[in-house]
């Protein structure tokens, strides 16, 4: 059974910083693309960053220079360091697992930034 589990959400102020990370199991996560969206009430889930298998990166103009994403591949996570947040950034945050044809979600986590 293929699970994905976020942490590390929760209220910061603006200007402050969390780390998310995304616990895979059931996956040989070291295959697959992993990556963090964020979603708020009526709009489609949005792309922070993604790391492929490789380690290579890619990020949301509005990620850029904020959010670092990693992963380890022998612990099976993914983790999104967000600094500099901003009260746009109050969202749920999703991690998500892609192989080929399939991927697969987690539950999310919020993330709330007061100003």
């Known amino acids: 059974q293929v699970q994905l589990v976020e942490s590390g959400g929760g209220v910061v102020q603006a200007g402050g910083s969390l780390r998310l990370s995304c616990a895979a199991s059931?996956?040989?996560?070291?295959?697959?693309?992993m990556g963090w969206y964020r979603q708020t009430p009526g709009n489609q889930r949005e792309l922070d960053a993604t790391?492929?298998?490789?380690?290579?990166?890619n990020y949301a103009d509005s990620a850029k220079g904020r959010f670092t994403i990693s992963r380890d591949n022998a612990k099976k996570t993914v983790d999104l360091q967000m600094n500099s947040l901003e009260s746009e950034d109050t969202a749920v945050y999703y991690c998500?697992?892609?192989?080929?044809?399939?991927?697969?979600w987690g539950q999310g986590t919020q993330v709330t930034v007061s100003s």
């Open positions: 998500k697992a892609h192989f080929a044809w399939t991927d697969y």
């Open positions: 059931g996956i040989i996560a070291a295959r697959y693309t």
């Open positions: 790391i492929g298998s490789g380690g290579g990166t």
